[in-house]
């Protein structure tokens, strides 16, 4: 009794550090300010955060000679986006699904922001902003470029010359530029309705030598996130990824990277590499089946580039070579990610939602909550239609389940008997156990697996509803705006009227409280556990879990609320199916 006092103590102190851990880390030991790149992607693009230079030039991979960083930021250097996009010359970008303009100064896609998604819930907040131009806070492009062994290439600072003042999906843009030495460099760049645009790099050798050359696609960023909701995870990677070496990389993040060898990790081939956030991704891709090379790496403090480059190419004179490259800029909507996959050949790119070990469970979940929200027309009703229906499909195994619990119920005193008759020949007790199992028909495990086949669905649908753009900003009913974001109506801001967000650690709302009032229900309809110390567990988990599951998406403490009430129904026609169930319940 005294080991299980011992680990019941132990339990509750290691649950105490791990919820005040972060509510101590805040108070007495605050994180350094660093570069927030989530003031691009989903923030105020008018602060004057400090942001590391990226140098637009792809290092050494491949036996390529790294080109100069021809592009530095410094501190005192950096302005708000708008008062940097307002300089220098730009060729617009306008689509269904995007806006920006690409820089005719180092031909960077370096102004981009998604017009179908808001930085926040407001109806006049400014579209979610992901590219952002050198010189700004939290600086992310992508560029496309040259290698050359002597021979002059376009740089971070080549003036480039457009055919055109806007790029849309019917009018494509080229960008050239001569070197004066016999070399002529194109860029035709082209874009769909969403979120792909296509860049064919030319070089053209009117000299009278042979050349040799090498083209390559890369993607800077500035700074990593610092918003507890874009921290990589367990459960979500947010960070450096692609599909390289034959397979999905989701085992590298920023940190990994500062501190590997060369800070940089090189791969042999590449389908596409980039840096995904929770709900966006920006990437580069090579043609379809090309044959390149790798990296992904931290030039300088705070700055980390994904890259890919192809071989050294010899160019005769007279003769002219043309690359693919593509780079993708957008949501990750899983439609839009399957049909580039399926139909531009992009292997694997809808990995770059990390649906985690269940992937074979979290893809059709999420295919049919989308169909449900579409038919429906509220993401919170599809919610609980999709809880429901998996609550049906898992019946027959509850079903088992509690058949197995009433069973046991029913010969436990013999149990007991057996237990009492044999406690000092456990061999003996097992056997004599065995065959009462054997006698009466009882499968003990029956109470297990059921629980066992459960845990792949729910942590799937647990996963979809944690990454599925498709929730983000998606109202409910009363005060729910966002089931994306936190229950706002919490008891310390007088459930949204006081204009304050809580710490973590004390945002108990109005969904935390019914998730825990319905566990402490469906947890007094179990039959109580024969150990005291087990006794007490159950009745404080419920109270627990309301206070871990608070700080959670409103989306997740919904599915699980409706589950709730859902398994106490199913629990009181159990009863009646299994009385002898039902009075051990009462005992």
């Not at 000299?207 to 800077?220: N, Q, V």
């Not at 610092?226 to 979500?236: N, V, Y």
Request: proline share 7%.
């Amino acid at each position: 009794m005294d080991d299980k006092r011992n680990l019941f103590a132990a339990i509750l102190l290691s649950v105490a550090v791990l919820l005040g851990w972060n509510f101590i880390a805040e108070r007495f030991f605050p994180t350094p300010s660093k570069p927030d790149v989530t003031a691009n992607v989903a923030g105020d693009t008018g602060a004057a955060a400090p942001a590391a230079g990226t140098s637009g030039t792809p290092a050494d991979i491949a036996g390529q000679p790294a080109l100069p960083n021809t592009q530095t930021n410094s501190p005192a250097s950096i302005r708000p986006v708008e008062q940097v996009l307002a300089q220098g010359q730009r060729v617009a970008i306008e689509t269904p699904s995007l806006s920006g303009s690409i820089n005719l100064v180092g031909a960077r896609i370096d102004d981009i922001t998604l017009t179908k998604y808001r930085q926040t819930i407001k109806k006049d907040s400014p579209p979610v902003r992901l590219f952002a131009p050198a010189g700004s806070p939290s600086a992310y492009f992508a560029s496309i470029g040259w290698s050359a062994q002597r021979v002059n290439v376009p740089g971070a600072n080549t003036l480039w010359t457009a055919s055109a003042a806007k790029l849309t999906p019917t009018t494509p843009v080229t960008l050239s530029w001569n070197n004066g030495t016999g070399q002529t460099f194109r860029i035709e760049y082209s874009i769909d309705q969403n979120y792909l645009i296509t860049a064919k790099q030319t070089i053209a050798n009117t000299g009278a030598a042979p050349i040799s050359a090498s083209s390559f696609a890369l993607i800077d960023r500035a700074g990593k996130p610092t918003d507890p909701h874009e921290q990589d995870s367990w459960t979500i990677h947010v960070g450096p990824t692609g599909y390289l070496d034959g397979k999905s990389v989701f085992d590298v993040d920023y940190d990994d990277v500062e501190k590997a060898s060369g800070r940089s990790v090189r791969y042999n081939s590449a389908a596409w590499l980039g840096f995904t956030d929770k709900y966006w991704l920006a990437a580069v891709v090579p043609a379809k089946g090309e044959r390149v090379t790798a990296a992904i790496s931290s030039p300088a403090a705070n700055t980390y580039q994904t890259l890919f480059a192809r071989d050294f190419t010899q160019i005769a004179a007279g003769q002219q070579v043309t690359t693919t490259s593509r780079i993708f800029a957008g949501a990750k909507e899983m439609a839009v990610l399957s049909a580039y996959q399926d139909d531009q050949g992009i292997t694997r790119l809808s990995n770059a939602i990390d649906w985690g070990w269940f992937e074979f469970f979290a893809v059709p979940i999420f295919k049919l909550l989308s169909w449900l929200f579409h038919q429906v027309g509220n993401f919170g009703f599809a919610i609980m239609m999709l809880t429901v229906l998996i609550r049906a499909a898992m019946f027959p195994i509850a079903n088992r389940q509690f058949h197995s619990m009433a069973q046991m119920r029913v010969v436990q005193p013999k149990m007991k008997a057996l237990q009492e008759r044999y406690k000092n020949d456990k061999p003996k007790m097992q056997q004599e156990l065995m065959k009462l199992y054997k006698d009466e028909k009882i499968n003990p495990l029956a109470g297990c697996l059921p629980i066992l086949i459960q845990i792949p669905i729910f942590y799937a649908l647990y996963k979809v509803l944690m990454l599925a753009i498709e929730m983000r900003h998606q109202p409910f009913i009363l005060w729910i705006k966002d089931l994306s974001a936190q229950d706002p109506a919490t008891f310390l801001n007088l459930f949204g009227y006081l204009d304050f967000t809580p710490p973590s650690l004390l945002s108990l709302g109005v969904l935390a409280l019914i998730l825990g009032i319905t566990m402490h229900l469906q947890f007094s309809l179990n039959p109580p556990a024969t150990d005291p110390i087990q006794q007490q567990v159950f009745k404080i988990m419920p109270w627990l879990f309301m206070f871990i599951m608070a700080p959670f998406a409103a989306g997740l403490l919904l599915y699980w609320i409706t589950n709730n009430i859902l398994s106490i129904a199913q629990q009181q026609w159990m009863y009646r199916k299994f009385p002898a169930l039902k009075q051990a319940a009462a005992k």
